[in-house]
């Protein structure tokens, strides 16, 4: 029986990346004796165990056969006659194909190495055309690395995409791959390469559509919607943005037609919902991603809002009770303004100091001054209304 460790784990010490996990394939061995040595199985659809100790996966070294469309369509077999080489060879990329024994020596028989040096993603053979995760892997690999996909590599995608393969994608794995995609240094990658092999118009076609809508007030490079969110997405991943504010960038222009619209319709929300629900995305992603959409255009007003306007955004918004929400909400609109016009939105910074006056009105004092039912909401809007007239607006916008 032989241990090696195998995958990531080798290819991230390679490019001197933390180790964020380890995977192992044992060779020579069975069930029986992994389960004797004390090794817990855990694995449904192919032999895996964990260490009695470290808790970290080793899967016995074993081979698959495709017998259905998707990527859980295969028939996996495993024996100890299966060598090293025939499971690495199952692996979709030459940089995840390198195993390391332990003594130290790499094993790399498909040149991934060679690939890590020359920033290069590409396939291990070709059974890579077997599993449309892959397609999603590729992407993600990009912008997790900004390695270039090999042509070859890129053609097998293609093909993919034209056989229907990439029509078997299941909705949660492709939600997994998209938001671990935008916790990456580079996410624009992933729509790049999605679009490049014609997977992007299949599994997102609401992002591909952007790609059709010009910029008619072009104050950038971006010449379409599609590549100024990419853009967006760059700038983004720089200032080290969490993955919710990224989701709700990718998205707060679905069912504009003008970049510099003021106005917002029930579309944005629609098409934001059906790719979530499509996706199967959970709520606190659409929350956002819809509240952006619908109320960033309000603040993209050349005239002064009104205390009145200033308060129903507030209330809107719920910012009197999800504080935290409402602060990431004014940084995703300042950080669109600033894209957009390269300037600062100055409503972002009214609304944030009318915020912070009313919310010192204290509904218990009100309460204890006498006022009852009704009269405690009523009494409630006038003090806000009250402490936003009193802020010198004109002085905030001229201090921004």
């Not at 996966?57 to 100890?80: H, W």
């Not at 791959?177 to 729509?191: H, I, M, S, W």
Request: one cysteine or more; hydrophobic letters at 40%; a positive charge.
């Amino acid at each position: 029986m032989k241990i090696y460790l195998v995958g990531g784990a080798v290819r991230d010490k390679l490019l001197g990346y933390p180790i964020k996990e380890r995977d192992y394939v044992i060779v020579g061995a069975t069930p029986e004796k992994l389960t004797a040595q004390g090794f817990i199985p855990v694995g449904k659809d192919f032999p895996v165990f964990l260490h009695p100790e470290t808790k970290e996966e080793y899967a016995l070294a074993r081979t698959e056969r495709k017998t259905k469309p998707g990527y859980k369509g295969f028939q996996v077999y495993a024996s100890p006659e299966i060598t090293l080489e025939e499971d690495l060879q199952r692996r979709d990329l030459t940089i995840n194909a390198i195993a390391q024994d332990e003594n130290g020596t790499l094993i790399d028989p498909f040149g991934g190495q060679r690939d890590l040096k020359n920033r290069i993603l590409r396939h291990t053979s070709l059974a890579f055309i077997e599993d449309p995760v892959r397609i999603l892997r590729v992407a993600r690999f990009a912008a997790r690395f900004n390695f270039a996909v090999a042509s070859e590599t890129l053609d097998l995608m293609r093909q993919m995409v034209t056989n229907g393969e990439v029509d078997h994608l299941i909705s949660e794995r492709v939600w997994k791959e998209l938001e671990r995609a935008l916790q990456e240094k580079y996410p624009q990658n992933f729509f790049k390469i999605l679009r490049s092999c014609d997977a992007l118009a299949k599994i997102f076609p609401e992002i591909e559509s952007l790609f059709n809508i010009s910029i008619k007030r072009n104050t950038s490079a971006e010449s379409n919607m599609g590549e100024y969110i990419l853009s967006l997405l760059k700038a983004a991943a720089i200032l080290d943005f969490d993955t919710q504010i990224q989701f709700a960038l990718l998205t707060h222009i679905f069912g504009k037609n003008n970049l510099y619209s003021r106005s917002s319709t029930d579309q944005d929300k629609l098409l934001i919902s059906a790719l979530c629900n499509r996706l199967r995305i959970p709520n606190i992603y659409q929350e956002f991603s819809v509240l952006v959409a619908r109320y960033y255009p309000q603040l993209n007003q050349p005239h002064h809002l009104s205390a009145k306007e200033l308060l129903i955004l507030l209330q809107d918004l719920d910012a009197f009770r999800r504080s935290d929400r409402f602060e990431k909400f004014l940084l995703v609109c300042n950080f669109i303004y600033e894209k957009q016009r390269n300037n600062y939105c100055r409503h972002t910074q009214i609304l944030k100091s009318a915020y912070q006056a009313t919310a010192k009105v204290n509904i218990q004092q009100i309460i204890a001054d006498g006022f009852k039912g009704k009269a405690i909401g009523e009494q409630l809007y006038c003090q806000r209304i009250n402490a936003i007239n009193q802020l010198e607006l004109q002085d905030i916008t001229n201090q921004v």
